[in-house]
């Protein structure tokens, strides 16, 4: 089993990218994988923007970082590019926080005109932070993901079907990774 922390970088308290990623988070953890789902936009704004990694909420958004063998990293396109607010944690992580780590990059975005931001954006900024493995990442268009009357998330089936074996690399590079030749699945679990 691989903990995998699950980073939306969204500054919306009504995000799509939020609720896409808590999608994928119980994808991975029927693979097995520990879950750690976290909102950049939880964080405290002045100590962020003044980086006082100092500061306790700070501190331990990094602990989290370190502690992580996997991480998903998801983030609304924002003029073409990440949000500032996921920049400006990546931004006081050290200069390798994603050494030895697998990573998988997503976006949501308005238009398909953007959806190359994960590769040419998101994912360089990724690799200078040292990720060890950078899975293939997804663009998802923001009226693919739904709300529904219950208030749980609705993925339109095609994006889902498309999204789903992207999530199934990364869980199973994971897999690779933490689990020894042989060895057998762990039941799943989602931290709080
Ligand atoms: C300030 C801002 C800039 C945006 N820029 C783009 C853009 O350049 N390209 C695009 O496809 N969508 C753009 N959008 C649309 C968002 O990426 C899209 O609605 C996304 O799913 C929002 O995610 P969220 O609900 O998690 O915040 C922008 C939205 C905002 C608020």
Redesign the pocket.
């Known amino acids: 089993m691989a903990t995998v922390l699950s980073v939306?970088g969204?500054?919306?308290p009504?995000?799509?990218?939020?609720r896409l990623l808590r999608h994928v988070d119980a994808r991975l953890a029927a693979h097995g994988h520990r879950v750690v789902p976290f909102e950049v936009r939880s964080l405290p704004a002045e100590a962020l923007l003044a980086a006082d990694t100092s500061h306790p909420e700070l501190a331990r958004a990094l602990d989290l970082f370190g502690q992580a063998d996997g991480v998903v990293i998801g983030t609304?396109?924002?003029?073409?590019a990440y949000?500032g607010l996921l920049k400006a944690l990546l931004d006081v992580l050290p200069q390798y926080a994603l050494a030895g780590k697998t990573v998988l990059p997503l976006a949501?975005?308005?238009?398909t005109?953007?959806v190359l931001?994960v590769d040419y954006a998101l994912r360089p900024v990724l690799a200078s932070m040292g990720a060890e493995h950078i899975t293939q990442g997804w663009f998802v268009l923001?009226r693919h993901?739904g709300v529904r009357e219950d208030g749980s998330t609705a993925v339109e089936r095609e994006t889902d079907v498309l999204l789903t074996p992207v999530v199934d690399a990364f869980a199973a590079a994971l897999d690779r990774r933490s689990r020894p030749a042989g060895g057998k699945a762990p039941e799943p679990v989602l931290a709080g």
Not at 14 to 18: H, Q
Not at 76 to 80: E, G, I, R
Not at 108 to 111: A, H, L, W, Y
Request: charged share 10%.
């Open positions: 939306s969204s500054p919306s009504t995000s799509r990218t939020t609304p396109v924002y003029k073409a949000s949501t975005g308005g238009s005109a953007h931001a923001d993901i």
